[in-house]
T-cell receptor, first 115, second 108 residues
């Protein structure tokens, strides 16, 4: 157990639907990062929150949104789902604002399948 | 812009040594990190090099040459459990960018 909790572990939904992925960071970590990993693709950065504020944004689709709550847990909302959104979605956390030296701690991921 | 280049696959024999290379092009370089990911698992942080030279942690070592924009991960005394994907990563614009990963196959 890495200390980063992601729910649900698996999600199967139909095209056009909306889902919410949840992440609780490791105790004491202030930064939360969301990544998407598709088959044969690397880890694509989506968005970062630090202590409740959006800090960095990657190639996140407009259909996707996220937020970090006062208790530091984060949710990633995916709407108008398409088949191509099927992927493994990882949440990671770090104590520092960048996590470059102390490293990210990843959750076990949510596997999203859009049918 | 920035890019990270690493081989897509590497094969080695159990008990041997293998080196996984990574070249990068990025402005504002802060250091090179390495992550390991087993199939179906989460990436785990292995190492971070901010300065030139070799950092050793048990069987794994990581090297950085800032002047050559190059680094590598060295795995010694390979074990079957080391079969995984290995990602190099750099910090850019307050976010960590990962390479596409190198899949390490280990033969008995």
């Amino acid at each position: 157990d890495s200390g980063v909790t992601q729910t649900p572990k698996h999600l199967i939904t139909a095209t056009g639907q909306r889902v919410t992925l949840r992440c609780s960071p490791r105790s004491g970590d202030l930064s939360v990062y969301w990544y998407q990993q598709s088959l044969d693709q690397g880890l694509q950065f989506l968005i970062q929150y630090y202590n409740g504020e959006e800090r960095a944004k990657g190639n996140i689709l407009e259909r996707f949104s996220a937020q970090q709550f006062p208790d530091l847990h984060s949710e990633l909302n995916l709407s108008s789902l398409e088949l191509g959104d099927s992927a493994l979605y990882f949440c990671a956390s770090s104590f520092t604002g960048t996590g470059v030296s102390d490293g990210y701690t990843f959750g076990s991921g949510t596997r999203l399948t859009v049918v | 812009g920035q890019s990270l280049e690493q081989p897509s696959e590497v094969t080695a024999v159990e008990g041997a040594i293998v080196q996984i290379n990574c070249t990068y092009q990025t402005s504002g370089f802060y250091g090179l990190s390495w992550y390991q990911q087993h199939d179906g698992g989460a990436p785990t942080f292995l190492s971070y090099n901010a300065l030139d030279g070799l950092e050793e942690t048990g069987r794994f070592s990581s090297f950085l040459s800032r002047s050559d924009s190059y680094g590598y991960l060295l795995l010694q005394e390979l074990q079957m459990k080391d079969s995984a994907s290995y990602f190099c990563a750099v910090l850019r614009d307050d976010k960590i960018i990962f390479g596409k990963g190198t899949r390490l196959h280990i033969l008995p």
